[in-house]
């Protein structure tokens, strides 16, 4: 028997016809045979809701929370009259959005009286966005005579006390699937679980960072056994660059494991970064696919990427970021310069998304989101207070308005002649490049060149992901 995944994210369930859409997608498959496991976020345009309430309730704004829990509840209570015809079953359902709006309303009232936000509380009200969503998707389906079961992940997904990007502890995750999710699916139901959400051993509330539930999905399909992951989303799959960009832009119909977490981690949108890994352990084929355009096969991502006409798969860019360098002739021979940066980096809450590091050692760079930048150049300034004074480091700089590029490709490991062509094309555009980094794999290549030439640049790349003269 199939056992399936299918993770739908927000735009998959923005309103009644697209929610019925999903429901179509889930019955043509349950009623197959297969298992299905359904991991649903909230409905589009609620989490932002929520965030922006939240921030008001600790600035005493009460007008503003009031409007987003009429929102809510308007919202939700609008999905169920166009779903729902039972009146009773409608009744059940909207008593229990009822009860969730007032656990807001109560949250938010607290937050006006201590009129400070903690990582904490802000988990616990963006998590109703999902709770919300998955009630009522679990009872239009069952009024449609599905054996619908909805589930918090709460009562699955084990995580740490990092609020707002939470690690997931996989051993007490693995029990709790076995012992709650499991036993649903041999009981013949069909889960509808919340994406995005956990909780910690103490059973406080977490969220696994933006974009989060399609991470649950993997980590709920993985732990499963699942034979597939399906991420259900808005476009057709994984598409060769950035389609707002350069309309030519076309789906890939396979692409490898290692070469989709280049792709999610330098800024395809379709996929959450950390999404990748839970399913290829298990070596379980992960499906990218259209809600609205069920028919499309979409993408395959699996061990093998399959063959193709040019070596450069994909463009992808990731912008709003800050490239960060320290310099100084007195750095080379000194051990520790570069592990302290990164240190103190991580004690502002900064990511790093790219390093290059020149070979005299007399300077590296790094980048990271801009919206931390300042933060980790008064960091590293405060860090090599000693050394800047004795003239070991001259600068720690700033550069602003960059954005990184990068070309991704299995096939580019042992081809010469890639980096060579993707300089010459940045050349020929008159794009000057500022750093440049390829890791040991040959997958993909990055670097850095300046936000006025983004656009640019990507359309000029991605002819290198077009032309078949690039082929093997």
């Given at each position: 028997?199939?056992?399936i995944?299918?993770k ?17 997608i ?12 359904a ?18 309730a ?10 987003a ?9 609008e999905?169920?009259?166009?779903l ?8 059940v ?16 009232g607290a ?16 998590a ?6 998955s009630?009522v998707?679990?009872?239009a389906l069952?009024?449609?005579g599905v ?6 992940a ?22 709790c ?7 649903a ?6 889960p509808i ?10 059973g406080?509330?977490?969220?696994l ?7 649950s ?31 030519r ?6 692409v490898?494991y ?32 259209n ?15 399959a ?18 360098t ?28 790219m ?6 050692e ?8 801009d ?31 960059v ?30 490049v ?15 060149v ?7 640049a990507v ?14």
């Open positions: 028997m199939q056992r995944t299918m739908f994210g927000g735009t998959s369930v923005a309103s009644a016809v697209a929610i019925q859409q999903v429901m179509e889930l019955r043509r498959h349950f009623e197959t045979g297969s298992q299905v496991i991991v649903v976020s909230a409905l589009a345009g609620v989490t932002d809701l929520l965030t922006g309430a939240a921030r008001a600790a600035e005493g704004r009460r007008s503003v929370w009031q409007e829990a009429l929102q809510l509840r308007d919202r939700h209570a999905v169920l009259q166009a729902v015809r039972d009146g009773a079953q409608r009744e359902a909207q008593g229990e959005v009822d009860a969730l709006v007032a656990e807001f309303e109560g949250l938010c937050l006006e009286v201590v009129a400070e936000l903690t990582p904490r509380v802000h988990d616990q009200i963006l109703l966005g999902e709770r919300l969503s009630r998707i679990a009872t069952r009024a449609a054996q619908a079961q909805q589930f918090d709460t009562q699955l997904i084990v995580t740490d006390d990092d609020h707002q990007n939470a690690n997931v502890e996989f051993n007490r995750t693995q029990v699937i076995d012992r709650v999710l499991l036993p699916l041999e009981r013949g139901e069909l679980v919340t994406g995005f959400i956990g909780r910690t051993p103490e406080a509330t977490t969220t960072g933006r974009g989060g539930s399609d991470y999905a993997a980590l709920i399909a993985a732990a499963s056994h699942c034979n597939e992951l399906i991420i259900w989303t808005d476009v057709d799959g994984v598409m060769t660059t950035d389609p707002r960009i350069d309309p832009a076309r789906v890939l119909s396979q490898s290692q070469e989709v977490g280049e792709l999610a981690f330098y800024g395809a949108k379709v996929l959450h970064p950390r999404t990748v890994q839970p399913v290829q352990e298990r070596n379980i084929p992960l499906r990218v696919r809600t609205f355009n069920p028919e499309h096969e979409g993408t395959l991502i699996a061990s093998q990427s063959a193709s006409a040019t070596v450069i798969k994909a463009v992808t860019s990731v912008s709003h970021v800050g490239l960060l320290v310099s100084g002739s007195g750095m080379m021979g000194v051990p520790g310069i570069a592990g302290r940066a990164f240190l103190a980096t991580a004690r502002v809450g900064a990511n790093i998304l390093i290059s590091q020149a070979s005299s007399q300077s590296f760079c790094f980048v990271v989101l919206d931390r930048a300042h933060a980790v150049q008064h960091a590293l300034q405060s860090e090599f207070t000693g050394e800047i004074e004795h003239r070991l480091i001259e600068h720690v700089e700033l550069l602003e308005d954005v990184i590029l990068t070309v991704v490709g299995s096939g580019m490991r042992g081809t010469p002649g890639i980096a060579g062509r993707v300089f010459t094309t940045m050349g020929a555009q008159e794009i000057n500022v750093a440049i980094a390829q890791g040991a794999s040959e997958c993909s290549i990055s670097f850095v300046e936000e006025d030439n983004h656009e640019r359309i000029a790349l991605h002819e290198l992901a077009l032309e078949p003269v690039l082929a093997k």
